[in-house]
């Protein structure tokens, strides 16, 4: 008796437990909606497994008894883009919304740069850095100049940034001062002005740097180099070299030291006349030899080019193209303009609708296919980063461009 009552005890816990368990497979999902230079997005609906949550000032969003694998939905009706992740099951995604104007609705700071006496020959390199996410476009003063303007942009949940304004100088080859001016910027207090005074100057000793391009032939070639600076937000990385380029190899210089910590950025980039083409980033020092990887973009299998009956049924396909990495499918309605993006290591799919209206009836779309290269899966490619500076390797590649209308 006391040997059943047993059996009959752990059959109902267990039972009991395991529906607990099952039931536990929803999950909440609480993430970020980002665009592609980390800023917070606010405003933006999430919809999970049919239920629609809104973005804070903050980007953040929460989603409760979701299910994995799950498809998230992000719409900016500002915009009209809308983004598609598929099968995801990460809990803490930072969802990006790709071709949003940078910092759209960001808090913005103009300020004046004053320096004095630029020597002759030589060019300056100002930009704003911070440990906090930001943007600010890397602007050149030369001999004869002294002022130059810059804007900064961060998030809009924050009245003001930290950072600091530097300047690096060079002369040909060599680069022979450096400043810094610690700044803290206030929304819509501008124009600001800033003295840039109190110049080190180094002997830098200027190393070589060695960059070798894929050899195949392209309409355009080039690469562009960064000083990242270790412990600053990843937008303040600093150009200090941009050349087009059509030889397999070139020679340059760089920096040897700074007073602030820094590696090399090298990103290679390659197109051809329709569009097709790749990006990519690696990480070194000064005075290293970098050879720039060859990527092949994926190829447009179906509909053809130019095709003029796509309806819901019509198969979208593409081929692998190199490496390791997730699909961002892009589908650009011309008019009205809006643009679907698809995030998904699928290569085939029917077209996704644009509005709760389904597929517009005879409208000109574009439609092309980018390769965000090592991401595995869309979960790692919105896995949220745990450092400022990431130095693995990347690249993205780009399939051709082709036009398709749709049914009336």
Same mark, same amino acid.
């Given at each position: 008796?006391?040997?059943?009552?047993?059996?009959?005890?752990?059959?109902?816990?267990?039972?009991?437990?395991?529906?607990?368990?099952?039931?536990?497979?929803?999950?909440?999902?609480?993430?970020?909606?980002?665009?592609?230079? *980390?800023?917070?997005?606010?405003?933006?609906?999430?919809?999970?497994?049919?239920?629609?949550?809104?973005?804070?000032?903050?980007? /953040?969003?929460?989603?409760?008894?979701?299910?994995?694998?799950?498809?998230?939905?992000?719409?900016?009706?500002?915009?009209?883009?809308?983004?598609?992740?598929?099968?995801?099951?990460?809990?803490?995604?930072?969802?990006?919304?790709?071709?949003?104007?940078?910092?759209?609705?960001?808090?913005?700071?103009?300020?004046?740069?004053?320096?004095?006496?630029?020597?002759?020959?030589?060019?300056?390199?100002?930009?704003?850095?911070?440990?906090?996410?930001?943007?600010?476009?890397?602007?050149?003063?030369?001999?004869?100049?002294?002022?130059?303007? !810059?804007?900064?942009?961060?998030?809009?949940?924050?009245?003001?940034?930290?950072?600091?304004?530097?300047?690096?100088?060079?002369?040909?080859?060599?680069?022979?001062?450096?400043?810094?001016?610690?700044?803290?910027?206030? +929304?819509?207090? $501008?124009?600001?002005?800033?003295?840039?005074?109190?110049?080190?100057?180094?002997?830098?000793?200027?190393?070589?740097?060695?960059?070798?391009?894929?050899?195949?032939?392209?309409?355009? /070639?080039?690469?562009?180099?960064?000083?990242?600076?270790?412990?600053?937000?990843?937008?303040?990385?600093?150009? !200090?070299?941009?050349?087009? &380029?059509?030889?397999?190899?070139?020679?340059?210089?760089?920096?040897?030291?700074?007073?602030?910590?820094?590696?090399?950025?090298?990103?290679?980039?390659?197109?051809?006349?329709?569009?097709?083409? $790749?990006? +990519?980033?690696?990480?070194? *020092?000064?005075?290293?030899?970098?050879?720039?990887? &060859?990527?092949?973009?994926?190829?447009?299998?179906?509909?053809?080019?130019? $095709?003029?009956?796509?309806?819901?049924?019509?198969?979208?396909?593409?081929?692998?193209?190199?490496?390791?990495?997730?699909?961002?499918? +892009?589908?650009?309605?011309?008019?009205?303009?809006?643009?679907?993006?698809?995030?998904?290591?699928?290569?085939?799919?029917?077209?996704?609708?644009?509005?709760?209206?389904?597929?517009? /009836?005879?409208? +000109?779309?574009?439609?092309?296919?980018?390769?965000?290269?090592? &991401?595995?899966?869309?979960?790692?490619?919105?896995?949220?980063?745990?450092?400022?500076?990431?130095?693995?390797?990347?690249?993205?590649?780009?399939?051709?461009?082709?036009? $398709?209308?749709?049914?009336?």
């Amino acid at each position: 008796m006391t040997k059943n009552f047993s059996v009959v005890v752990f059959c109902i816990l267990f039972f009991g437990l395991g529906s607990n368990i099952f039931a536990s497979g929803k999950m909440t999902v609480s993430g970020r909606v980002i665009d592609e230079k *980390y800023f917070p997005v606010s405003g933006i609906n999430v919809t999970i497994g049919g239920t629609t949550a809104r973005t804070d000032k903050n980007g /953040k969003f929460t989603v409760t008894d979701a299910e994995a694998p799950y498809r998230a939905t992000v719409t900016d009706a500002s915009t009209n883009i809308t983004v598609i992740y598929d099968a995801l099951s990460i809990t803490n995604p930072n969802l990006i919304i790709f071709g949003r104007p940078i910092g759209k609705n960001a808090n913005t700071a103009y300020v004046n740069i004053l320096i004095d006496s630029i020597p002759p020959s030589s060019r300056g390199i100002i930009k704003f850095i911070s440990q906090y996410t930001n943007y600010c476009k890397e602007e050149e003063i030369t001999s004869g100049e002294g002022r130059k303007q !810059i804007s900064v942009k961060w998030p809009e949940g924050e009245r003001s940034i930290n950072g600091s304004i530097i300047y690096i100088e060079k002369n040909g080859t060599s680069y022979t001062r450096f400043a810094q001016r610690n700044v803290t910027l206030y +929304n819509e207090y $501008f124009p600001q002005d800033v003295k840039i005074n109190g110049f080190n100057s180094y002997d830098f000793n200027s190393s070589a740097l060695t960059v070798y391009l894929p050899a195949a032939n392209y309409a355009s /070639k080039g690469f562009t180099i960064w000083a990242d600076f270790l412990g600053y937000d990843r937008n303040s990385e600093t150009k !200090i070299i941009s050349e087009s &380029y059509t030889n397999i190899s070139a020679d340059t210089y760089v920096p040897s030291m700074l007073p602030l910590s820094f590696k090399l950025k090298v990103r290679a980039e390659c197109f051809n006349g329709k569009g097709d083409g $790749f990006v +990519n980033y690696t990480y070194t *020092y000064p005075g290293s030899v970098v050879n720039l990887n &060859y990527e092949t973009p994926p190829e447009i299998a179906s509909p053809s080019n130019d $095709f003029k009956s796509v309806t819901n049924k019509t198969v979208f396909s593409f081929t692998e193209g190199s490496g390791a990495g997730t699909y961002v499918v +892009n589908f650009h309605c011309i008019y009205p303009e809006s643009n679907v993006y698809v995030v998904t290591n699928a290569r085939e799919m029917y077209m996704p609708g644009i509005s709760q209206g389904g597929i517009p /009836k005879d409208a +000109n779309f574009t439609w092309n296919v980018s390769k965000y290269i090592p &991401y595995f899966t869309p979960d790692n490619m919105v896995k949220p980063t745990q450092f400022n500076n990431e130095y693995s390797y990347q690249a993205i590649s780009y399939s051709k461009t082709y036009t $398709f209308k749709t049914q009336w």
